[in-house]
């Protein structure tokens, strides 16, 4: 096929066909020509060779390459055939770019190297542009899913060697505002060395949290031990120059800690520079601004960030939060006047806001929408709510769990000062129950005095809780989950949000009355979610979700408020009678997150339930049996979650069935046979599997797994758990038969096996159980089970498994030393119970406040000797 020509004199320009032998090699015989409009159709390529007819003129035009060659002086500028000598891939891709219509060709991250280096080599200034601009408006993309990490790495490195600066400054930009994306691909350890110290240097830096950022480079430098070839001259190992990038005074107490088992220096340093800021992190801030290093004590906060996590960190103040959204050119006595009056808030912190406000002295970031100050006991909850007006305008999810500092009345003034915010959270953690008798301890003497900042902040503002009715608030999301010091008035005052609120999570607070839930939900009718487990709820609060609330409506159920319920958690409301749940019953057709479990529910009450789009289900410690859950098991085939234990009832011979409506049920495997969707199960009484066959094709998904009193799974099934729930991540087992072997198979087959429960199980268990390595295991309970652990055993243990969370009962064996020996082997210990452990404490227990990140610590039964020591009986976990 020919082009036609151009007007030019002389025949070799003027528009006559040139035939390109484009090769990677002078030896391989020449194909026939095909026209650049069907190189498209050659896939793949006839490596080496291609043959092509193109237009002289478009060439020499485009390319300055062809215009020496085929334009000037050289021999080949008046031949039909020309040899060029290149990458075959890179020429017929620019070839396709100068001969199709532009609408037809597309750069995309397959054909931008192959483009870019062939322009780079025929030097097409045109696609040269085309190429800056398609990876700029690339790279400026929020999404970065969008673009693979495998593409910027080869990117990366082509740009190294081809000197191409500008893919050189947009890789580690890109990297970096999309950092919180990329950390979680497979090829993130496959990005270069001076790559990533590029990216961690630039400013546009974007992460969730200092953790995120430290865990990654952490898994970075595992992966990537061996020595650099050109390692950064400020550090004698370039690993530890990557390290030094992170603000460890921003890092979890948690998270430091359990550094310290890989890491000693690292994350000893990181300890002590965070208990330093627990004593006394007024003094380190004020010496940084002295030193203008401020910006190291700053949370990373920039354009593109959308979540702010603080969770766990308890050197946090208020203060930290101000300084991260000051512009970098503000006056240093400015400063001063914001650490000093944050670090002690009261109303002059009040005052100093309402400066800052109306100057505009603070950045604002629209892209925010999450913030999370979980186990942040040092941050004042007012002056943080005034932070969050401040500083992030499209905020919509606030999180603030743990943390008693957070009152009722920093609630309301939340609910004033930001009413575009959706969702709201400060649960309480009500989980542990300890006796009297217990003897509990703080994680250190410093987090051990922290209490509640008695002063007032709200001094000089307006009663704001009167002023909640005008406010125009957008809360549909509010969890208030184990807060004991709500009561019926301030549920009332939670009422203002019945334009907006949909989902209400009130589990465990005591306080509350069926009454008081009954009016709320009278107010607030566009509740569709409720968690009320453990509270007062009762008959009164159904008659309510079960009335109509338009008066002589004949419309259904359209105007019940039970008829829209999507999600209910009635757990543990004793004040529910059988009628009553009945009724509630018949009508919740619609829910997919149902929770009975410790309620009068019978088979009557649950028969009368004909919703079929469950995917969670409760009927722990019920009296039901599979005459009502089999039909229910049935109707709802994407049911992802089943908890039955405790249901007696589901216990019977195979084959012996009960007939509803004529139609026959069998037993619970059978019928759990039926969904293939069960990701959690809780089981005991009427769970008999006999085959492990009979068990892959329902439990193939499961992650997490309760089996219980009621049933003894057989020494084969236990040990194909791994084979049968490839997925497993928690597994608990009471009152089972367990045996070396089926130890040993959990911890070496279960990759993914996070959590091990063993309570009340019977066998021949031995040391050998737990020498198997287990990386991922993070929660270990043996109650009752290892009487014969030694300070040998747990040394073996400690090396088996990083756990944040350890629990031991009845093993009479150890002794004071075996405090050194978990306080060593596991630094970063969260929750350690001790219960009926032989001489564990006879020497108090200062070794165990070595963990410094401990948050619930219980001492059950052990000789403890309290002579000059700071121990303190608690009713609750610290």
Known sequence: MSFPGGDGEDAA??????????????????????????????????SPTVTVRADRRRLIESSSYFRALLGGSFSESGREHVQVGCNLEAAVQVLRYLFQPSESFTITHHNFLPLLEGALFLVVESLLVDCERWFRTMASQTCAALVPLDFIIEAWYFAQEHGVTFVQDICPEYLAQNFAHVISRRSFNKIPYDLLCSTVECPHLTVDSEKQLCEAILDWVSENMKPCEQPNPNSVDGHL????????????????????????????????????????????????????????????????????????????T?????????????????????????????????????????????LSFRNVHMVDLSKCPNVHFGAATDWLKLAFPELRIFRALHCLAFCFDDLLYLLLRCPWIDEIDMTIDTSTIIPKQSIVSSSSEVLGKMKQNPRRYYTLCPPYDRQLNSVSSNISRLILEGRNDIDDVDLLRISVLKYSLCYINIRNCTLLTDNGISNLLLKCTKIHSMVVSYTSFGNQSIQTLCTTDLPNHNDGHAHVMAFNIQELHLGGCRGIDAAALSQLMSIINITKFLCLRETSLTDDGLCKFFGSRLEYLDVSETVVSMVSLAPVIRRNCNLNCLKTAGCHSLLFEHNEVEHISGNKYGDFLQEIGSTGFLEDVEMGWGFCPIQIENLISSFSKIRRMTVGLGTTLAENVLCALPMICPFLESLTLRFQVISDRVVRNLLESARNLQVLCLHYCLGNLTSFSFQEKAPALRILRLQWVTPWITNDDLTILTKSCNLVELSLSGCKLLDSNSQEIISSGWPNLALLHLEDCGQVTVEGVSSILNCKALEDILLRHTFLRVENRRVEALEGAS
């Open 13 to 46: 320009v003027a528009g006559d066909p040139v035939v390109l032998e484009i090769t990677d090699t002078s030896s391989s015989p020449r194909p026939p020509p095909v026209s650049v409009s069907d190189l498209s159709l050659l896939h793949p390529l006839p």
């Open 241 to 316: 120059f990557l390290l030094s990038k992170v603000k460890i005074c921003l890092l979890p107490l948690e998270f430091a800690t359990g550094t310290k088992r890989h890491w000693f220096d690292f994350g000893n340093n990181s300890v002590c520079t965070i208990l330093n800021l627990l004593k006394d992190s007024f003094k380190t801030l004020m010496g940084a601004i002295a030193d203008g290093n401020l910006e190291g004590y700053c949370i990373r906060i920039t354009e593109y960030s959308k979540n702010i996590v603080l969770s766990g960190c308890p050197q946090i």
């Open 318 to 362: 208020t203060a930290f939060l101000y300084i991260s959204v000051l512009p970098t050119d503000l006056d240093v006595s400015l400063k001063r006047r914001i650490v000093s009056s944050y670090t002690q808030v009261d109303h002059r912190s009040f005052i100093l806001y309402d400066e800052l406000e109306k100057a505009a002295k603070t």
